[in-house]
């Protein structure tokens, strides 16, 4: 199957990447994205987010005039929907950014297209885009009517990659392949072949939808049961770092590290798309979600505790008269990623609730969201927080912080979530 133009609907730090490494093959792509500044930045040869390598391989796609973005769909041979997929107040999936890039694509799809569904979404997702669109085009053969003989392909392929690893996991992984026919699937396959040298393994859409979902429950499982063993051990004074050293030296055993809580726009979420179908029989997904959850809000406890210590030992001074210093407020390590960041959430609450002067070392950004900067957080320099703060609380292990290996002075007070200064 020729798929000469390739049009990706959301460009953000999954869509870009894949824009950017199909152009790498000589394809011509076509980004779409509602961001006007995503759009126009794109088009200088710029990059909007932070990924290792990114900008160099946007760069030549746009000066070679295989990259180029829009905010507007154009006709393509094979349509690629990257957009987010949040869930709701009372964790119920958001479906709406799918549903919306379904319906901007509708009109320029024309018989023999491939549309991809490549979100992280809930069972069932894919099927509900094929009837968006088929609404949209009645004039067009979808899967869900006409099987094989479809006038378009429909198929859900799930991104599994690192941040900070996009470019060179999205190459050397394996693909899940989820058609909603054999063609279907077919299809996409030979599509991801472009720049896959992994194996695309061939299922059905709702499979590969569950398998993504089964992927990242798995991994908040474990790092729950981190969690939950930190503050156990917080309990019982004993330090859980060197607890886990000792205990996965064990052959079967390897136990993950513990941090302030789970986020990003995957570990976090993914969860309870499979809790909202299946209430009742998510019981161990669901309380996983609740510990790490939790988390957080443990480290702010803490916090409050150090806070109070303080100012018994420095009768003198006020509340306000406290420096209180985060270090880290993406989701992980080395990125500029602050979606679903437990640190983010544990910074605004901390301004929200003290008195005190709120600092924020973050050195993946240049400015604070705007959440922060309206409750009186100052981002600041490593040096400076190091130096001023009566409370340090070390919420990721950024490259930058691994180095440090500050000496805190008698009067300080630490919150090693991470477990490299304390």
Request: include cysteine.
């Amino acid at each position: 199957m020729n798929f000469e133009t390739i049009s990706v609907v959301g460009l953000g730090y999954i869509g870009l990447p894949t824009a950017a490494v199909f152009a790498a093959r000589k394809k011509r792509v076509i980004g779409v994205d509602v961001n006007e500044h995503a759009v126009a930045t794109i088009n200088r040869g710029e990059i909007h987010i932070v990924e290792p390598d990114l900008d160099m391989v946007v760069h030549a796609a746009v000066t070679e005039g295989y990259l180029r973005a829009t905010t507007t769909p154009e006709p393509a041979d094979a349509f690629l929907i990257a957009v987010p997929t949040p869930f709701k107040a009372d964790h119920e999936p958001d479906l709406s950014y799918i549903e919306a890039a379904s319906e901007a694509i509708a009109p320029v799809l024309a018989k023999g297209n491939l549309v991809i569904l490549e979100s992280t979404s809930p069972v069932g997702a894919t099927e509900a885009m094929a009837q968006w669109l088929a609404v949209a085009r009645p004039d067009l053969s979808f899967p869900q009517t006409h099987g094989e003989s479809s006038d378009i392909r429909i198929a859900h392929c799930p991104e599994r990659v690192l941040p900070g690893h996009v470019l060179r996991e999205l190459v050397e992984n394996d693909r899940i392949i989820g058609g909603m026919t054999r063609k279907c699937s077919g299809a996409a396959a030979a599509l991801y072949k472009t720049f896959v040298e992994g194996e695309c393994i061939v299922t059905n859409a709702r499979t590969a939808e569950m398998c993504k979902l089964t992927e990242n429950s798995f991994r908040d499982v474990n790092i729950a049961f981190a969690n939950e063993l930190s503050i156990i051990c917080d309990k019982l004074d004993i330090n859980v770092w060197e607890l886990i050293g000792l205990a996965n030296r064990h052959p079967r055993v390897s136990i993950l590290q513990p941090g302030p809580g789970v986020g990003g726009h995957c570990i976090a979420v993914d969860p309870w798309f499979i809790v909202s179908q299946t209430p009742e029989q998510a019981r161990l997904i669901r309380t996983a979600r609740e510990v790490n959850d939790g988390k957080p809000h443990w480290v702010i406890d803490k916090v409050k505790v150090a806070v109070a210590e303080y100012l018994q030992a420095n009768p003198t001074k006020t509340a306000a008269e406290v420096s209180i210093a985060c270090f880290g407020l993406a989701f992980k390590p080395d990125i500029d990623d602050l979606r679903e960041s437990p640190a983010m959430g544990i910074t605004l609450a901390l301004a929200e609730q003290f008195a005190a002067r709120l600092l924020a070392v973050e050195p993946n950004i240049d400015s604070l969201p705007g959440k922060l900067k309206a409750a009186g957080v100052q981002l600041v320099s490593q040096e400076e927080a190091l130096a001023s703060a009566d409370v340090a609380v070390l919420l990721v292990d950024h490259s930058p912080f691994r180095a440090a290996k500050p000496t805190f002075a008698a009067g300080q007070y630490l919150i090693d979530t991470k477990g490299i200064w304390g």
